[in-house]
């Protein structure tokens, strides 16, 4: 334990089963306590209170010198940490490695001695306290007191925080923890100190540097001692990590995109799933089959529809599929809501994403296989009914056992190219008379059918000498222990509506990517219109080719104003690697495709070696294209612009879509350069409109101000004049009062002196009237008349002063006393109320000259900035008052005064702390009729017409600066002198 701690600091508890025998000695050396492994070293019974030296043992020579050494005050010494012999009463001896130190309590002073031993094998000098358990663990460990501040941690703490030991020790633990985690750590405490024994939770706690961590808490309270000991580790990366994979399912979930409606008149049932083979769409004929509606399946998973004792297997298939890079195929059950059920043969292919050649979706067909089905059970129940259905299903079903021998087949029209007719190959191994791959496929799947005792099903190709291609889909099916089952279908039909629902599918997604391509387009011209055509013409030149796959764009403009008419390719877009091509290009260079253009027909080449042109072939070939897009387009009026776009690696067919995608991007770009010319024009004659609203509203609000102030100064100096009179006769005429009833007292004084007995009549008078009090009140009732005549006449020359109407020129005044009436006028709404505890004016005045200005008109800044202050602070006070307990936080207005750096300008700063102003309403202070206020509260004006009056009148600046929730500052600063010259013109 170091040496500054106390010993009931409530690692007592914690240490009582150490297996280091520890003690603690009061200054008598008197035991206050000790551990179990002291009581069992020293055959002690653990009764406090009694000698260290009790006991029948023979305690090491060392300790009394070293333990009156340490109760002197003297520093622990690196002897007093040594190995000596104990000796018990039989007289067995062992070796004890022991440590003392002094111990202090909570105020400093020395309480007595710790001691801390265990027994040894051999001598040794060094033993490891149980100080340095603490000390060196990585976790943070600290006791709390009952006040909530620090009476002890670890090193571990400067360590991860940064804060020294001395900066925590005796500092609250709250003032450490994130405002945000506060609250809910108090009542975390709170419940220790209410009972818990044990809690655990998480926080964050401040660093030295600023910087926050998450820390992982266990405390507990040691009733015994009144200490709370608390453990923590840091879990940030555990918290950062936790982050970061909430962020990636948020991102998963909105990477979800929609696919291209497939075509509902299919007779399968059609879908089209995402990667976790949720619905994206389905046709009517797949929610038939179901026996669902579309908006049931919406987004569920298609193997959920699969009946339940089959779901296991053709997750299995899907799988293999997957793995094999195979279509998945196969047959299963629908389970209906209404509890039928229904067959269909599954097929399902992967769409690959042609932006990142993977695969994006699945599209898969449903074919419904219930008669089928009910045809096959049909068949077992009678040899006969099977023949004769096997005979009318139009597949070609042949047998084979293990080995591969053909043991017989049922064959059907389409199949008679197959099967042989004028040889009976029964018994013959298949590999023997078919093709060999037709042959080693159906080895190699029926040998897997017997393994796993489950169908196969896969498709193959049959080559005819004609050219005909069949294509067929083959179901292997274990129908004996040794024998095999092969079902042949003729999918040739399935297959080509498949191939056409694909292209079908490929041609609806790039329809799908042209339209969202010009609706970007579009939009970004219409949010753009202040950017230049140019801009968005290398953007389109820029998309066209990306999106074409293409090595080159361009755009020309053909110049005709010229003596030789040319073409200005100013723009382009082109692959890395490529040369640039931008420049003027003669008209005859390019032979008759000028003529062409003029006309505005397009230009379509597919392959350039085909020109018939010889000049054009020439030109075209010089630049090494292969294949060229030239669509002209007259943007207004003799103007031509053409859009170019060629590849030069292949040849490259080009489609009608395409051209017509080229069409309409030139249409939005002539429309976004008319419209460029447009909004140029209506902006340059909006800044006019602007700047001349606004001078009106300027004028307007001036004059209506000016009128106001104008009209309230000639009141407010009439109603001091008025005022001013009759309190000057009240005022001039209470010292004469005073004389007249001081010298009346005399006499009444005098009168009891000379007559100390008056009569009865004259006696009861004065008993009636309460002389003796009214002597005594008198005196007191006529200074108080005094004070309030005095108040009066101060508050009528605030009055005079802040009307200024006595001085409607520029003069060098005090602005101090401004400032004072000003204050003075506002006082009723300065002093405390029932609900309002009032708002302290806080003075800080400099030594000012007088400053030469219209102190009317600056009185009226005042004026406006410190109602504003007033009413903000009322209002959030209000607010305050609405919660219990009453607001704690005193309102205050700071004014000060003083002169800038160079003694030219004053400067006055007029703070409060306030609930702040909002950033976004900031920049709009000083606009004529913003206001913040309700309505009916506030006009819009004040700060306007102050602002003009510190600005345009003085040449000054009025500045504002607030921070939400710590208050607001306004700062004028004005000239000490006007220039004359500004005067006059300000006059004029």
């Not at 293409?550 to 403009?557: K, S």
Request: glycine share 6%; hydrophobic share 40%.
């Amino acid at each position: 334990m170091a040496a500054d701690l106390s010993p009931n600091c409530g690692f007592a508890d914690i240490l009582a089963q150490s297996d280091l025998a520890i003690a603690i000695l009061d200054h008598h050396l008197h035991y206050v306590w000790m551990s179990q492994r002291w009581q069992r070293d020293y055959h002690l019974t653990g009764e406090l209170g009694q000698a260290y030296d009790a006991g029948d043992l023979t305690l090491p020579a060392s300790w009394p010198p070293a333990f009156a050494a340490l109760l002197e005050g003297q520093e622990p010494l690196e002897d007093y940490a040594k190995a000596d012999p104990l000796t018990y009463p039989n007289g067995e001896t062992v070796w004890i490695e022991w440590q003392a130190k002094p111990w202090f309590d909570a105020h400093g002073t020395l309480g007595g001695i710790l001691v801390q031993s265990k027994i040894i094998p051999e001598p040794q000098r060094h033993g490891i306290a149980w100080e340095e358990i603490v000390n060196l663990s990585p976790n943070l460990i600290c006791l709390v007191n009952g006040a909530g501040d620090f009476a002890h941690v670890n090193p571990a703490w400067e360590n991860l925080l940064g804060w020294s030991r001395d900066e925590l020790h005796n500092s609250p633990f709250i003032k450490f923890i994130h405002p945000e985690d506060q609250e809910r750590t108090l009542a975390l405490v709170e419940a220790l100190n209410q009972g818990e024994t044990c809690i655990s939770f998480e926080n964050r706690y401040r660093c030295k540097d600023g910087s926050y961590l998450w820390l992982a808490w266990t405390a507990a309270m040691m009733e015994s001692q009144g200490y709370i000991y608390a453990l923590a580790r840091d879990i940030s990366d555990r918290k950062r990590t936790e982050a970061a994979r909430q962020r990636m399912a948020s991102a998963l979930r909105r990477s979800e995109q929609r696919y291209q409606v497939l075509a509902d008149t299919a007779p399968v049932g059609i879908f089209h799933s995402n990667l976790d083979r949720q619905y994206i769409y389905a046709n009517q004929q797949l929610c038939s089959l179901m026996g669902l509606s579309l908006n049931a399946i919406a987004g569920e998973d298609w193997m959920t529809s699969i009946h339940p004792q089959d779901r296991d297997r053709i997750a299995r298939e899907w799988q293999r599929a997957q793995d094999e890079g195979q279509c998945f195929q196969s047959e299963c059950r629908f389970l209906r809501p209404d509890g039928s059920v229904r067959w269909v043969y599954i097929q399902v292919q992967n769409v690959i994403d042609l932006a990142t050649n993977q695969t994006g979706s699945y599209v898969g067909t449903c074919t419904d296989l219930t008669k089928r089905k009910q045809a096959e059970a049909a068949l077992q129940e009678s040899e006969a009914t099977n023949k004769a259905i096997l005979t009318a299903i139009p597949d070609l079903m042949f047998r084979l056992d293990c080995q591969g021998r053909y043991l017989g087949h049922i064959s059907t029209s389409e199949f008679q190219d197959l099967m042989p007719n004028d040889v009976d190959p029964r018994g013959q191994d298949i590999r023997d008379w078919m093709p060999p791959e037709v042959a080693h496929r159906h080895y190699h799947y029926g040998q897997r059918a017997l393994q796993t005792g489950e169908m196969q099903i896969y498709e193959q190709e049959i080559h005819f000498d004609d050219n005909h291609i069949q294509y067929e889909e083959v179901r292997v099916i274990p129908s004996g222990p040794h024998e095999l089952l092969y079902i042949v279908r003729d999918i040739s039909d399935r297959k080509r509506i498949e191939a056409s629902l694909l292209d079908f599918a490929h041609r609806l997604q790039a329809q799908v990517e042209r339209e969202q391509f010009l609706n970007r387009l579009s939009v970004e011209i219409r949010s753009s219109l202040e950017q230049s055509p140019e801009i968005l013409i290398n953007r389109a030149l820029d998309a066209v080719r990306e999106l074409f796959q293409i090595d080159r764009t361009h755009f020309a403009w053909y110049m005709t104003d010229v003596a030789e008419p040319y073409w200005d390719v100013f723009a382009e877009s082109v692959a890395e690697g490529l040369p640039d091509f931008r420049g003027h290009y003669p008209a005859h260079a390019v032979g008759p495709m000028a003529a062409i253009l003029l006309r505005l027909e397009v230009i379509c080449i597919d392959d350039a070696s085909e020109i018939a042109d010889p000049i054009y072939r020439e030109f075209i070939q010089n630049l090494a294209y292969r294949s060229v897009l030239v669509v002209p387009l007259e943007v207004e009026p003799g103007k031509i612009g053409v859009m170019i776009c060629s590849h030069s690696a292949t040849v490259r067919p080009w489609k009608p879509a395409e051209v017509e995608l080229v069409k309409a991007v030139l249409n939005q770009l002539a429309i976004a350069t008319n419209q460029a010319a447009l909004y140029a024009q209506s902006q340059a004659r909006a800044e006019e409109l602007r700047q001349t609203l606004n001078e009106l509203n300027r004028t307007q609000s001036q004059l209506i101000q000016t009128e106001k102030m104008s009209s309230l100064g000639q009141l407010v100096a009439g109603v001091a004049h008025e005022i001013n009179n009759p309190v000057n006769f009240i005022y001039g005429n209470i010292d004469h009062a005073r004389d007249y009833i001081n010298d009346l007292l005399g006499l009444i004084a005098l009168y009891g002196q000379h007559y100390p007995d008056p009569k009865m009549i004259i006696a009861d008078e004065i008993d009636a009237i309460d002389l003796p009090f009214l002597l005594d009140d008198l005196p007191k009732m006529l200074q108080s008349m005094r004070v309030g005549a005095e108040r009066i006449k101060e508050i009528v020359a605030s009055l005079r002063t802040f009307s200024r109407m006595d001085e409607s020129e520029m003069k060098a005044v005090n602005i101090h006393d401004g400032i004072e009436s000003t204050l003075m006028i506002l006082h009723n709404r300065l002093k405390s109320k029932p609900h309002s505890q009032g708002i302290e004016v806080i003075r800080k005045y400099g030594n000012l000259p007088k400053v030469e200005c219209y102190a009317g008109q600056l009185n009226q800044v005042f004026m406006n900035i410190l109602s504003n202050a007033i009413d903000a602070l009322l209002e959030e006070e209000s607010c305050q008052w609405d919660s219990v307990p009453p607001p704690s936080q005193d309102s205050w207005i700071e004014i000060e005064t003083h002169l800038s750096t160079d003694g030219e300008q004053v400067m006055i700063h007029i703070r409060d702390n306030g609930p702040g102003i909002d950033p976004a309403h900031q920049a709009r202070l000083f606009d004529p009729f913003f206001t913040t206020k309700e309505i009916g509260k506030g006009t819009g004006l004040g700060l306007a017409i102050s602002y003009q009056i510190v600005t345009e009148k003085h040449g000054g600046q009025l500045l504002c600066a607030s921070i939400l929730g710590k208050g607001t500052e306004f700062t004028i600063q004005i000239p000490c002198r006007q220039q004359l010259a500004r005067i006059q013109q300000m006059r004029a």
